[in-house]
């Protein structure tokens, strides 16, 4: 296949390698894996999980229903479930075993007239404050417990809780936070157990946390999502090494300004998204090597700034002859997870095969 547009490329090799490492992490300390498919959402890489995880983890009833579709039976919905969206939710529990989140009382009895027992996990925010109920509030979540297991169609599970807040941290500071996010998840399931005398399960993980924190034996779930592409994002954090990072960007370079060492390429906001990075920009170029993928990260060059199609790339004067007019940038993403959403397809090294997103 030649190259002609901004292509994203992964490499498989990488990804089923970080597929094994994280899934064998927790396949050894007993600990159900239920990797989140946000990430890639594709049924191409979603069947080299096949075998390695317990279930699935989605972030829409969109999402939910192409997975199902693909054979998945067991999903967990990991965004608070939507009361205006309750007949694809029915409809989709027919045929999967479905998972839903919720933090209001007042959604889930939106869900009290269904003919078909859900399970549901309570949202508890652990420190990111982005959705869920904080812990401190133990009588309300306590009480929203109480009133699954009063119900007839609903069935309690346990708590859900995500620390998003490590991807602002590094390395020793994520082991440091996820360690407090477990206690604190732990203690909260503990009194719930006491109170209510039922099982209470305890679901979370994030990226960084999952690939930096070696202990989660206090946890009976995991969810981490990123892991499988990576990206300079969490190369930033410690997460993973440049080795461990999946995909990269091919984009035509179209303007070299040699006297500047700058160059545009056809690139920009609408395939890598706006993610920025302090140290990374918007991007970090890789030396592209015979096999059309990628050997080393170009020192002290960046995709510097972005339009909607357009990139300016500053790159170091010793990597000049690699930056001409009909040769190609290797860009690698700040974020793989917005970098797949904007380009809703990607292809997989060494043998290019095309995988589509949910959204294709």
Not at 27 to 36: C, L, N, T, V
Not at 196 to 212: A, Y
Not at 316 to 327: E, I
Request: with cysteine; aromatic share 10%.
């Amino acid at each position: 296949m030649k190259i002609t547009r901004p292509t994203l490329l992964a490499d498989r090799r990488i990804i089923l390698s970080n597929i094994d490492r994280l899934s064998g992490k927790f396949q050894a300390q007993k600990i159900r894996f239920r990797p989140h498919f946000k990430t890639h959402q594709s049924e191409v890489v979603g069947d080299f999980f096949r075998n390695k995880c317990q279930g699935i983890t989605v972030s829409s009833v969109e999402m939910a229903e192409y997975f199902a579709a693909r054979n998945w039976d067991d999903i967990t919905i990991a965004f608070p479930a939507n009361p205006l969206e309750k007949s694809a939710i029915e409809k989709l529990s027919e045929s999967v075993n479905l998972n839903l989140i919720v933090s209001d009382p007042a959604t889930l009895h939106e869900f009290d007239d269904l003919n078909k027992p859900l399970n549901w996990w309570i949202k508890v925010d652990l420190g990111n404050h982005r959705a869920g109920i904080k812990p401190e509030k133990t009588e309300e979540i306590i009480q929203l417990a109480r009133q699954m297991l009063k119900s007839k169609t609903h069935s309690f599970k346990g708590i859900l809780g995500h620390a998003g807040q490590t991807y602002h941290l590094q390395s020793e500071q994520v082991v440091q936070e996820e360690n407090r996010a477990i206690q604190v998840a732990e203690s909260l399931r503990k009194k719930i157990q006491d109170v209510l005398d039922t099982r209470c399960e305890v679901s979370m993980g994030d990226t960084p946390g999952c690939s930096l924190l070696k202990d989660w034996q206090k946890i009976d779930e995991v969810r981490p999502g990123n892991f499988v592409f990576y990206d300079l994002m969490q190369m930033g954090i410690g997460s993973c090494d440049f080795s461990q990072i999946a995909m990269v960007m091919a984009c035509p370079i179209v303007q070299v300004r040699k006297d500047e060492n700058k160059a545009v390429i056809h690139g920009g906001a609408i395939h890598f998204s706006k993610e920025y990075h302090p140290e990374f920009k918007y991007g970090q170029l890789a030396v592209p090597n015979d096999s059309g993928a990628y050997s080393e990260l170009m020192e002290n060059s960046f995709l510097e700034s972005i339009s909607q199609e357009h990139g300016i790339i500053s790159f170091d004067p010793k990597y000049a002859s690699l930056f001409s007019t009909s040769k190609l940038a290797y860009v690698l993403p700040v974020h793989s997870c917005l970098t797949v959403d904007c380009m809703r397809e990607y292809y997989l090294l060494p043998d290019l095969e095309r995988a589509t997103t949910y959204r294709y």
